[in-house]
């Protein structure tokens, strides 16, 4: 989630028609009127998350006459914000296309069995088997942290590779130490003395462009174009795919988007989009994807709240902006 200084926070209020002054924010802070917002420190100031910011505004002049377009969030990932179900049904359909796309033969009902039972069918390969079953640390790791508000860094990037490449390598968790290749693919990746310093660069440009984005549409394609970044640099010895897209995930989960599950089926299409360095593809392609996933944890939520109505679970709204809006009684199209 995004959150903002004191004076990123009152040039909205002002283009809003809310406030222009600085005192008079303070006071709506000091009085908890902002949800969320908190001080840092004397120095430092507030910080005042995105979510909270756009309650307060809501609640000030309703939501058709707000300017200021936030990021349509499906969710926030908060502590039990999801229903358990869906968050089981994403690690098991995670787990099963992202190790298929790399060669992994294990089908979708024995990964259940896995994942969610414990039950390792007969005459599984154990490389295939551990490919699968990682997933299941990794990615309660990837929600903890999510849940968590830990931003992603270079040691996050390192521990999801370890944690997916448990009993499979002796270098998990570090860099290449020698160079690698993609198969079929016509460009070369990082050296190993290069890949340090491209991947401290990346994580800080991904985590920046993330923070200055303004809509879904936006996240994705910053999502996208860094996701190609990352498989080009390619930096660890193997496992460079599977981890890969769970980083993805936690970038857009982290911004309230539904997860990305790249099906074993769409191989071609995604490999393709990775080549050819599509931008634009990626987010076509992941658009669909993402609305269906929306859809799913409304059903998974509702299921959840038939078993127990009086739970608290977060289902998705889409938000609906008028296409009119007025600023101190000037009608804007």
Known sequence: ???????????????????????????????????????????EGWSIPEEGLREFIVGKIGQDQMITKFIERSFIMKRDGLPQEYLEDVMVRL???????????????????ILLYNTVPSQVNLREFYEVDNHR??????????????????????????????????????FKPSDNAIRGANFKTASPAETPYLMNQWVGNVNYQLDQATNREQILKTVGDFHIQFER???????????????????????????????????????????????????????????????RIKMFANKELA?????????????KPSNKVKKRGIERE
């Open 1 to 43: 989630m995004r959150y903002y200084t004191t004076s990123e926070a009152l040039e909205i209020l002002e283009a809003e028609g809310i406030t222009s002054n600085i005192q008079v924010l303070r006071r709506y802070l000091n009085k908890n009127s902002i949800p969320g917002a908190f001080r840092k420190s004397k120095k």
């Open 95 to 113: 787990a099963h296309h992202s190790s298929a796309i790399e060669g992994n033969t294990i089908s979708l009902p024995d990964t259940v069995s």
């Open 137 to 174: 640390e990794a990615f309660d790791y990837l929600i903890n942290q999510i849940q968590n508000e830990m931003p992603l860094t270079l040691d996050s990037i390192k521990d999801i590779h370890e944690l997916l490449t448990n009993k499979l390598r002796h270098d998990r968790g570090m």
């Open 307 to 319: 078993k127990n109505p009086d739970i608290d679970i977060l289902i998705p709204v889409k938000n």
């Open 233 to 295: 640099i390619h930096p660890f010895s193997d496992g460079n795919g599977r981890t890969g897209r769970i980083v993805l995930n936690y970038s857009l989960m982290q911004n309230g988007i539904p997860p990305l599950i790249i099906e074993a089926k769409d191989k071609a299409t995604y490999i393709n989009i990775l080549a050819n360095q599509d931008v634009e593809k990626f987010v076509e392609f992941a658009n669909p994807l993402i609305e269906q996933e929306d859809e």
